[in-house]
């Protein structure tokens, strides 16, 4: 385990592909995998509770089909919350890390997507109950089987890190970061992954540039305007560079199911922000300049 897996910089986030947003059909789905490989996207983001524990499915019935090598793909999937939906009996939304619960979602998101390993597994979100001696149980099996290759967290505290590599060592943080929601940069989340040599990954990296209209967008909209041209890019090229910049080696994760905006994503990747154009860009966001 912790080979440091060759994720591409710009990951594509499938929870929208299934039943929480495009319901695409196989056919689509096979069409935007070959569309992302094209473009040098060769990871993908799952949990097992997208689409209400659908999503891997129906990506695997498309994986199977598309005549794809399991090597040209970068596996990532997420476990633990325990969400209230028809496939589940749960009656409360909760997070279950018991050692037998962490290997049967493990298990489960191998059989729906079709593969013989994951490259990544993750924690979804931190639970107040878990226990680093009962996961670090759970992972060493995963990996001594060689179901998974790679272990990380998601939406994890510096201190929950921590805690659980104290017990299995941790590859992965993804957590929110993007122009609009940066507090990772300033909560110990960012300088953590580096000084641990982790693979930070965002997930919204957009924020709500495109979602919100307030005063912190409309700054932010500003603020870019004089950089369109100066970097022949578009606003959401800006926003992904503008995260890329950090030196933590950010990999934003991005859930447009749109073959141009992907092809946009990955222009951002080429995009060096001069470094008064990246704090214009932050001072926007704050609304008032750094300290």
Request: aromatic share 8%; net charge negative; with cysteine.
């Amino acid at each position: 385990m912790m080979s440091r897996p060759k994720f591409s910089r710009i990951i594509s986030g499938t929870m929208t592909w299934g039943k929480w947003g495009k319901e695409m059909d196989r056919a689509g789905m096979i069409s935007l995998l070959n569309h992302c490989l094209d473009l040098g996207i060769n990871s993908f983001d799952h949990a097992d509770i997208y689409g209400g524990y659908t999503t891997e499915e129906a990506f695997g019935h498309a994986f199977s089909k598309s005549g794809i090598s399991r090597d040209h793909l970068r596996l990532i999937s997420k476990c633990g919350i325990q969400y209230i939906c028809d496939r589940r009996p749960n009656t409360v939304k909760h997070y279950d890390y018991s050692k037998d619960y962490i290997i049967e979602s493990a298990e489960a998101s191998l059989k729906y997507l079709q593969t013989d390993y994951l490259d990544l597994f993750l924690l979804h979100r931190p639970s107040p109950l878990m226990h680093p001696q009962e996961v670090m149980e759970a992972i060493a099996k995963l990996a001594q089987e060689g179901k998974i290759i790679d272990f990380g967290v998601s939406n994890f505290t510096p201190s929950q890190v921590d805690l659980i590599s104290s017990e299995v060592p941790v590859m992965v943080n993804q957590v929110e970061f993007s122009i609009t929601q940066f507090e990772a940069m300033h909560d110990g989340t960012l300088d953590q992954v580096m000084i641990k040599k982790m693979i930070p990954m965002a997930w919204s990296p957009l924020g709500t540039l495109f979602r919100n209209d307030n005063e912190q967008t409309e700054r932010i909209h500003a603020a870019m305007e004089p950089l369109l041209d100066k970097y022949d890019a578009t606003e959401d090229q800006l926003a992904l560079a503008w995260i890329l910049k950090h030196p933590a080696d950010v990999h934003p994760v991005v859930g447009t199911t749109n073959p141009d905006r992907l092809k946009r994503a990955i222009g951002a990747v080429s995009i060096d922000l001069d470094l008064e154009d990246w704090f214009s860009l932050l001072v926007a966001s704050q609304g008032h300049k750094v300290p």
